[in-house]
């Protein structure tokens, strides 16, 4: 059930700037949560809780994508 997670950050997206590729890997590492997770796999965390964890965060994220869709609908009609 693992995931394999690749993180790659290049130069060349970067421009050679080693803070800029600091900042985008820990960017891209929060993003896959990556971290969360090890922190999760370190104690027991009964099935139960884990599901409730997991929808509490599925619905937190539909309110945000909710929010960030009326925000563009009343961009657009301001726009009109």
Same mark, same amino acid.
């Given at each position: 059930?693992?995931?394999?997670?690749?993180?790659?950050?290049?130069?060349?997206?970067?421009?050679?700037?080693?803070?800029?590729?600091? *900042?985008?890997?820990? /960017?891209?590492?929060?993003?896959?949560?990556?971290?969360?997770?090890?922190?999760?796999?370190?104690?027991? /965390? !009964?099935?139960?809780?884990?599901?409730?964890? !997991?929808?509490?965060?599925?619905?937190?994220?539909?309110?945000?994508?909710?929010? !960030? *869709?009326? *925000?563009?609908?009343? !961009?657009?009609?301001?726009?009109?």
């Amino acid at each position: 059930m693992a995931k394999l997670a690749n993180v790659i950050v290049k130069a060349r997206e970067c421009r050679g700037n080693h803070e800029r590729m600091i *900042r985008r890997f820990i /960017k891209k590492v929060k993003k896959e949560r990556i971290i969360e997770e090890v922190r999760d796999r370190k104690r027991y /965390k !009964k099935p139960s809780v884990a599901k409730k964890e !997991k929808r509490i965060r599925a619905q937190r994220l539909r309110l945000k994508e909710e929010r !960030k *869709r009326q *925000r563009m609908q009343q !961009k657009r009609n301001r726009n009109n």
